[in-house]
């Protein structure tokens, strides 16, 4: 499939592959078990959250805010419709 690249009238020749939907259990429990971490939200392309969610585990007083934070997060991707970063709905 050629798709117009905007620049000076150039094609792109590259073949277009469609990832697949990101699965909603596998953010669930990446939010239940590591959410502390911030993994779900590298998982769902949400690096800045994710950096954040690191950072703060790291700093023993950040942890406070980084638990319940993640914890509020699994339930949100369990209970309700999440989007991944791209804001394709997960499986």
């Given at each position: 499939m050629m798709q117009f690249t905007?620049?000076?009238g150039e094609y792109n020749m590259e073949p277009q592959t469609q990832?697949?939907?990101k699965q909603k259990?596998?953010?669930f429990l990446l939010a239940f078990f590591l959410g502390g971490l911030g993994i779900h939200?590298?998982?769902l392309g949400n690096t800045g959250k994710g950096v954040a969610q690191l950072i703060l585990t790291i700093t023993v007083i950040g942890s406070i805010i980084s638990l319940p934070w993640a914890l509020v997060e699994a339930i949100m991707i369990i209970a309700g419709s999440p989007t991944d970063a791209n804001g394709i709905p997960l499986e």
């Open positions: 905007g620049q000076s990832e697949a939907p259990i596998v953010a939200n590298f998982y």
